[in-house]
Each structure stands twice: as C-alpha cells, then as structure tokens.
C-alpha cells in the first residue's frame, strides 16, 4: 500500500529534477545492494537530499529509502500525510528511543534506513561532528552502512539562501555512493561512527575536486571557506550556535 504513494512521488521528484535540467553525476551506484537491510548514512547540505539521495537506489535496483526525519515534517499539511504514505520514519529528538527501534526493526526486515548522521544541515557545507545512531542501528540490526555525500545540492536549496528555481536550472550535482562498511566494523559504536565519517569525508573531497568550479561573475557562497568560498567555517558556525544557546 505504502508504495502507491512512494512510487509517484520518485517519478514526480525525477521530473521535477529533469525539469530543472538538474546535470546528475551518480558515481559508485554498483555498492547499491540488491536486497537486505542497509544504513543510508548520508551528509547534509541542502533541503533536496532527501530526494536526491534516494535516486541511486531507485535507478540500480528500484529500491526505497525510508528516511529518519524531524517529527515536526509529519505534523504539516501537506508533507505529512505523504511522509506517512512513504513510511519514512519520524524522530523526536526529546523522545528518540521509539524512532531508534523503529529503525531497527525496518533494517532487520530489509529495508534501507537513510539516516542523516550530521542531524541538520551544514552551513559550513563541510561536514559536522557525526552522532553515533547510524554505527549503533547497523550494529544492533546486523547490517552494513552505506556512505553517501551529495555536492552541488546547496546551490538549489539550502539553509539562510532564499529560493531561486531560475538560477538553479542547469545545476551539476554530484552522488557519490561509496563501498559498505560490514557490521562487524561498527560493532563499537565510537570506532564505527569514525569509519562512516572517514569514508564520506573522502567521498566528499573527491566529489569537490572532481566538481566545476564557480563560472565567472558567480559568487562562491556555495563553496567552504577552506576552498576559497564564502560559507562559514565550522568553528565560526558551533560559535553562532552556542551563542544562541546561551540565549535560550
């Protein structure tokens, strides 16, 4: 039943994307399993990973990602009901034991669990300190974890930049699926969550240097300070949010 609201939703995010003549460049699809339950850990720049990450495992085996998301997306009009129809998994983040088993009991009856182990979007465009829920549900569920980083999303839609569809046409952006790290790895849950973010931190340089740079004229607000962009360092972003902690 779940899949009469998935299906026309992947076909409607692929036009959408055709529409925008989005130039996708998926690289490393053959680490995309065939069958059995997976942690999808993937990183955040952009409001469209979700759809865009979902893409490989849809063009390689027609496979569904059941998200994790914020509970506070379930609770809206319109994207709630469909979130639901997905089956994609709510997490609140002042009760997430009931998310976390949730999650595991999908990934014990082979499913594909994306998890976003940065928990929001990176300003920085760098990726932040990972939380360590993807190692443990791969553990305690028995299955693998798969790396994936986006690039390029950031341009389209992302956090603090106001939405211009219109300069988005044409927009490269990178997929880059890297090999699964097998369970036995993430077993300790500290040594596992370095392994995941040792790999996407390799996956995400490669997908930087290989990407094309600014076209003349352009602002690079969109790339890292440490490649010469505009995006705040990480430390110039914890700085802001624990100023605004405090405030709290």
């Known amino acids: 039943m779940a899949e009469l609201v998935y ?8 036009g959408a994307f055709k529409a925008l003549d989005l130039k996708l460049d998926v690289r490393g699809q053959e680490h995309v399993p065939a069958t059995g339950g997976c942690v999808v850990a993937i990183n955040h720049v952009s409001y469209l990973d979700f759809a865009l990450a979902g893409v490989p495992f849809w063009y390689a085996h027609r496979r569904l990602v059941r998200f994790m998301a914020k509970h506070e997306v379930f609770a809206h009009p319109i994207a709630g009901p469909l979130m639901r129809g997905m089956r994609h998994i709510p997490v609140d983040r002042s009760a997430g034991a009931g998310s976390y088993r949730h999650a595991v009991q999908a990934l014990k009856a082979g499913e594909l669990v994306g998890v976003f182990p940065e928990a929001t ?16 549900m791969a553990a305690e569920a028995g299955v693998p974890a798969l790396p994936v980083i986006i690039w390029g999303s950031q341009r389209i839609l992302t956090k603090g930049r106001p939405r211009n569809l219109r300069a988005a046409r044409g927009t490269p952006v990178s997929i880059m699926i890297g090999e699964s ?10 040594t596992g969550t370095q392994l995941l973010a040792d790999a ?29 962009g505009c995006a705040p360092t ?9 100023a605004l902690r405090d405030k709290k």
């Open 200 to 228: 996407m931190a390799k996956l995400l340089a490669d997908a930087q240097r290989d990407y094309p740079p600014p076209p003349p004229g352009e602002s690079p607000w969109w790339l890292p300070a440490h490649l010469g």
């Open 181 to 190: 790290i097998p369970t036995a790895d993430l077993k300790d849950a500290q």
């Open 121 to 136: 979007v990176s300003r920085s465009f760098c990726l932040q300190p990972f939380k360590s829920g993807a190692a443990r």
């Open 234 to 242: 990480l430390e110039a972003v914890a700085r802001e949010q624990a």
């Open 7 to 14: 299906k026309p939703v992947i076909r409607f995010a692929l």
